[in-house]
């Protein structure tokens, strides 16, 4: 007896990895008929990059609040500092007998400014590493990123 059933259409496979962490990838797969519509696989696609960039920016959130602390801790560290060398540049200045207005000169100079500058520089990043958090934990929690990627 001859089946009358006709043999399914082959299938169109797609694979897709991921790095969630430095050590940790995933890889997505996904079929469509061979003779779906291009909106279908894009569709799909839309579908499989939401997913893996959220966990994705599961993998990250971790990492950035360990960066964010160990930031604010360095920061707090540096700004001590600071007022340390700022307190022994005018304590030398007064030891020393000199007359005058206290001011920085040649490397006290040099050594505040550098300190002042890596300051900045800190409070930068810890804005940055703080933006990347939020947006990693929106993402993480379902957050729709697709309008982020275009």
């Known amino acids: 007896m001859p089946d009358d059933k ?3 259409a082959p299938a169109l496979g797609f694979s897709i990895e991921a790095k969630l962490t430095q050590n940790r990838t995933v890889t997505a797969q996904f079929f469509v008929e061979r003779d779906c519509e291009k909106t279908e696989i894009d ?3 839309d579908k499989v990059m939401s997913a893996l960039e959220r966990q994705e920016a599961k993998g990250l959130v971790k990492g950035l609040k360990i960066t964010l602390e160990r930031d604010k801790k360095t920061l707090e560290i540096q700004v001590e500092q600071l ?4 307190a022994s540049y005018e304590n030398e200045w007064k030891s020393t007998g000199r007359r005058g207005e206290y001011r920085l000169a040649g490397q006290q100079l040099t050594n505040v400014n550098n300190v002042t500058t890596s300051i900045s520089g800190l409070k930068d990043r810890i804005s940055q590493v703080e933006r990347d958090l939020k947006e990693c934990e929106a993402m993480a929690n379902g957050a729709d990123s697709s ?3 275009n």
């Open 83 to 86: 007022g340390t060398l700022k």
């Open 147 to 149: 309008a982020d990627r």
């Open 43 to 45: 569709a799909q696609l």
């Open 6 to 8: 006709e043999a399914p």
